[in-house]
């Protein structure tokens, strides 16, 4: 009895928070997604296409269903009410304040830009998809 009761407990503890910091990712249980959180986060620098080959080549805790991330999808973690920076959720541990690539692209000068999100600012801003900038990936909780 003892043992279910603490059981009962930990699945409690466990799903109460509905972004949290698990292993090698963050599980968000509101959109059903895991997101990589691992020192990569903060030194791989990858053009546009680089990141999204990277994303479709990890292999991470046992999964390997890994994606670059939307604009919509990155809105998700954005926490703009923070005071300080940056602004994302406070269950990330690897992040820096710059440049992560989004999966979206910027139909203009026929898609040679593509979208990315500045954890500086929680804002959403598009440049050329040869600069380099930070890889996060994403994958659906199935």
């Given amino acids: 009895m003892r043992y279910i009761i603490i059981f009962v407990f930990f699945l409690t503890f466990s799903y109460a928070k509905d972004i949290f910091k698990y292993g090698d990712f963050v599980v968000d249980n509101i959109h059903n997604l895991y997101w990589q959180d691992t020192q990569e986060n903060t030194t791989l620098l990858k053009t546009h296409q680089g990141a999204i080959k990277y994303c479709e080549e990890l292999s ?4 390997d269903d890994w994606y670059l991330p939307t604009v919509e999808q990155y809105k ?8 300080d920076i940056p602004k994302i959720d406070s269950s990330f541990v690897y992040i820096v304040n710059d440049d992560y690539w ?3 692209s910027r139909w203009q000068n026929f898609y040679r830009y593509g979208y990315y999100v500045l954890f500086k600012s929680g804002n959403i801003y598009y440049q050329n998809k040869k600069y380099p900038k930070y890889v996060r990936c994403i994958r659906e909780n199935k």
């Fill in 102 to 104: 989004t999966k979206d």
């Fill in 76 to 83: 998700f973690i954005i926490d703009k009410s923070k005071k």
């Fill in 60 to 63: 991470l805790a046992g999964f």
